[in-house]
């Protein structure tokens, strides 16, 4: 029998941490909690979790230079930002820094549950030799089976969940994915209103692979819709 995923939850709220690790612990996982960013990163580097559950604002080190400090030593493991700052900003800020996801205080536990079933579900998938074999398009070959895009045989440098993005939009090519089916078909989940997830790790997946492949835009907006792969001359509108 496999060992059941272990996930790290960093909260300073006791009472907010022991519900969500009553609630993890009860669908099957094993729970790891620290009070604080530093303690956190600590046991994240002793205990090497599955997936981590992250407060934002915490004591000794917020949950925004724990994400840039994690994002450094690791750039697997998934993480889900919980936080009662509900700005747009703050949740772009998180996804760009390295968050996989972000869930707002007070959230359900039913939904958090879900959510770290949905992202550890895919991360096995992502585990699994064969199933999808590479793509190559205008010099860009991306490779599930190393989670990864090379451009001339050098990685672009990409997340798990930006790399889940860039193949869903790769394998329908040329045709127009709406942001809340690629939402599902990467996340696992329907996407809430006004959520920008998709915004961003387009907005990330742009960005690198420009600096990997100056010539070549990949990526275009449906305006009204959502995106598309469709490889054009760098400059062309779309």
């Given amino acids: 029998m496999s060992a059941a995923p272990t996930v790290l ?13 009553y609630h993890l612990d009860k669908a099957g996982f094993r729970t790891l909690q620290a009070g604080d960013g530093g303690q956190g990163l600590r046991l994240f580097r002793r205990e090497r979790p599955d ?36 700005s747009e900003h703050d949740r772009v800020h998180g996804l760009e820094i390295g968050a996989d996801d972000y869930i707002s205080k007070p959230f359900s536990m039913k939904e ?14 992502q585990r699994r030799p064969g199933g999808r074999g590479p793509v190559e398009v205008e010099g860009l070959v991306v490779d ?10 050098e990685s672009v440098g990409l997340t798990p969940r930006e790399f889940e993005v860039l193949y869903a939009l790769v394998m329908q090519r040329g045709k127009p994915i709406p942001r809340n089916r690629l939402y599902r078909e990467v996340w696992g989940y329907e996407m809430m209103a006004g959520d920008r997830s998709v915004d961003v790790f387009v907005r990330k997946l742009r960005q690198k692979l420009e600096r990997a492949v100056p010539e070549t835009s990949f990526i275009q907006t449906h305006y009204g819709v959502g995106y598309r792969f469709d490889p054009a001359p760098a400059g062309a509108v779309g």
């Avoid at 939850?9 to 690790?21: H, L, M, Q, R």
């Fill in 112 to 125: 958090l549950v879900a959510r770290v079933g949905a992202h550890l579900r895919r991360v096995e998938q």
């Fill in 144 to 153: 599930p089976e190393q989670v990864q895009a090379f451009a001339h045989g």
């Fill in 9 to 21: 939850i960093v909260e300073d709220d006791e009472a907010i941490a022991d519900s969500i690790a």
């Fill in 51 to 86: 997936l981590v559950i992250l407060d934002l604002m915490l004591p000794q080190m917020d949950g925004w230079r724990f994400t840039e400090q994690l994002r450094g030593e690791d750039a697997q493991v998934p993480v889900i930002m919980c936080s009662a700052r509900t």
